[in-house]
């Protein structure tokens, strides 16, 4: 959303401080400690307009990257603009999850990141589905195939391709199976 240090969707002379110089910071702690919530606003609507110019339709959920949406200056304008197109957010934390909910905004239960880095193996996998309360959980996983253009823009290009042995391992989808847990989209919030 506003980091991964790629451009703006808006014009970059729009959001100075947001993208200064044209470019978003690579991660949340790299943005400014205050950032103008009108910046946000355009960004996130630019964002979503160029999406749906894309797509043909809205998207089934706000996300940030890397979980830019719990900034300080940032989360109230992500939780509006999500509660004007009734979207469902993701929440990345206990904390975000009670603000987006005070604002009107659907979120899962729950959000699950263990499956992550070193921790992107099946034991863990296992372990999350196992250990998996009633209700609806977001498991964050990044798989995909390491091309070269992956390579070069992101520092998590490898653990992509292990993500998608883990996650479509039989193995796998039989414990979904005997454990009644039906994999779902945003959009049966």
Do not use: W
């Amino acid at each position: 959303m506003v980091t991964g240090g790629g451009a703006p969707a808006s014009a970059a002379g729009d959001v100075p401080v947001l993208a200064p110089g044209g470019v978003f910071a690579r991660n949340r702690e790299g943005l400014p400690d205050r950032i103008p919530a009108d910046e946000v606003r355009r960004e996130l609507d630019a964002q979503i307009a160029r999406f749906q110019a894309l797509a043909g339709r809205l998207p089934t959920h706000l996300d940030s990257h890397p979980h830019a949406a719990l900034h300080s200056d940032v989360a109230p304008v992500f939780a509006e603009v999500a509660r004007r197109l009734s979207l469902p957010v993701r929440a990345a934390s206990d904390e975000a999850r009670l603000d987006l909910r005070a604002a009107g905004v659907r979120t899962p239960d729950r959000f699950l990141d263990a499956f992550y880095g070193e921790g992107a193996v099946a034991a863990t996998l296992e372990r999350l589905l196992d250990e998996l309360p009633e209700g609806t959980s977001e498991l964050m996983c990044h798989p995909g195939r390491a091309d070269a253009e992956l390579k070069r823009l992101s520092t998590y290009a490898g653990e992509r391709e292990r993500e998608i042995e883990v996650l479509c391992d039989p193995r796998i989808r039989q414990r979904l199976t005997e454990r009644k847990i039906a994999l779902i989209g945003y959009d049966a919030l």
